[in-house]
């Protein structure tokens, strides 16, 4: 009997496990600086796209729009971020970063060249390429998987609804 589905399936558990243990490690490593790591990643993804509503970053980190809101309060407290009225949606706020902001995340490029140093120590510039090559072919694999699925139950919900 081939063993392929109980290695593929471990593969899943693996992936969790990993996923689930850089988190924490992150976590353990801003809190240090003062920071956690959803407030650390808020900052980073402002910093590459400013002015981005606030549902726009709780969609691109996949987090509840409320949960965010409670981040990007804290932030704004400690004026790392600041919200601007969106020019024609009274409704919603543009987010960007404060100097401060700024300086914060200056501050923990460091930290995270460290943490990718330590999480990758073992591998070679070369097996490093290879891993995130495979890890973004599995995560298209998801989002394949993700939108088959979606039309599938559209497509039976559809039928189902009648």
Known sequence: MS???QVR????????DVARALRTFVDQCARAHGMTRAQWSVLARLERQEGMTQAEMAESLEIQPISL???IDRLDEHRLVERRPHESDRRANRLYLTAKGRSTLDRLVPLGREISGDVLASFSDREAAELLQTLLRIKANIRRAAARDGTRRVANGARHAG
């Open 69 to 71: 809101l409670r981040l």
């Open 9 to 16: 399936r471990e593969i899943l558990f693996e992936l969790a």
């Open 3 to 5: 063993r392929t589905p």
